[in-house]
RNA sequence: GCGACCGUGGUGUAAAGGUUAACAUCGAAGCUUGUGGAGCUUUUGAUCUGGGUUCGAUUCCCAGCGGCCGCC
């Protein structure tokens, strides 16, 4: 049911093109992936998500978790029912909250460093909200503050209820502050995690990808992309901190993807600016996933073929083109800078809709102009 | 017409007879990469007008103007 095919492999770079089957259907890779953390692209629902081009979206196993549980999720025909999404799906598995919710709220810090820091999380810290064990990860529900457990038997248990067609191992996500012992102890647990990730798996409909970790300490990149390849799974995460710099993002994609077997697909985990797409294809990852689209279009920031627009700037209610000329969306044929940066500046949701579902649009167009540039051998 | 109450950034509120009048929101600039977030950082902007009391009034007193409520 699960099977990744290469059409076409790059003579430039270590781009490929190529097909994930799934149990609902083709993904053409290299793919975005919109996130659907909770089960939904915020202020799309499923059929305009379809029509803005996605092929695959990623909903989160430790929020639909919380709320409204992987059991109802299940009772509704699992997330493809749940949300009447009849593409494929991939759940992320909760490891990167153990990151988000801990030290990265504690830090005020994401995964992107802007600057080059000093690493300062020694081995044997904890952040304040999760508490990291050898076996797992216990949170506090944001909802009623009551404990939450995940572990990678747990996850495994979750996601299969939830029965996305590809599923993540539960891994550490490290902040990009720790320190290199930090890292050790850290990747050393994300690859017995993955191990028993393997073994608490008992669907065969879903695909497995473990998660190569290591930060920024190349030899770690390389050595986890060792170990993880030499494991049963179907495909191949990239998680934590890809450095501060392009340069850097290139290099570690580049060192995993040659060290993982090559006939297996890579999902670069949250990366995906339009300024990411070309590095990534070029590095050998496939598919890829990021919040930017989304979550910048609430804030009123959309993307076009000329850069990022700050839609809320004044000069913009004045302005009667489309938000981007050169785009084929339905919103940029029918809809002014001037009606929908109004609505933006009155926080309304419609415009806060129109944004996404432009910039969804021109994330996936931009990946579809990946995959032609490969496909004609331009890349 | 009479009486009561009230006039503080654009808006909604706070405070005090004495150094830079507080907060929220709005405005402006910047930020956001496996989404706890319509969030975060920085920043512009105010005591209705005129008199009086006082060393000193935005605060107390008087008048005007404005608002609001009640009564005729």
Known sequence: MFEFKILKKSKK???????????????ETPAFVPVATRGTIRTLDSREIEDVGSQVLICNTFHLHIAPGEKLVQKAGGLHGYMDWKK????DSGGFQVYSLGFGRDHGIGKVLKDEQEKVLKEGSQPHAVKITDDGVYFRSPIDGKQLYLSPKVSIGIQEKLGADIIFA???????????KYMRASLEK???WARECLQAKSSKLQALYGIVQGGGFSHMRIESAKTLGA???DGYGFGGEFGYDKKTLKKIVSDVSDELPAHKPRHILGIGHPEDFLIIAQSGGDTFDCIAPTHYARRGVIFTSKGRLDLRK?????????LDPSCKCDICKTYTRTYISSLL????LTGMKLATFHNLFYFNKLAADVRRKIKNGEL
């Open 231 to 233: 494991m049963d799974f």
């Open 170 to 180: 539960f891994d550490e996500c490290p902040s990009p502050l720790a320190d290199e």
């Open 13 to 27: 770079s270590r781009a490929r093109l190529g097909v994930i089957q799934t149990p609902h259907g083709e993904i």
């Open 345 to 348: 500046r009155a926080h309304e």
């Open 314 to 322: 004044p000069h913009f209610v004045k302005d009667f083109k489309p």
């Open 190 to 192: 994300t690859h017995r």
């Open 88 to 91: 494929p799906l991939m759940t």
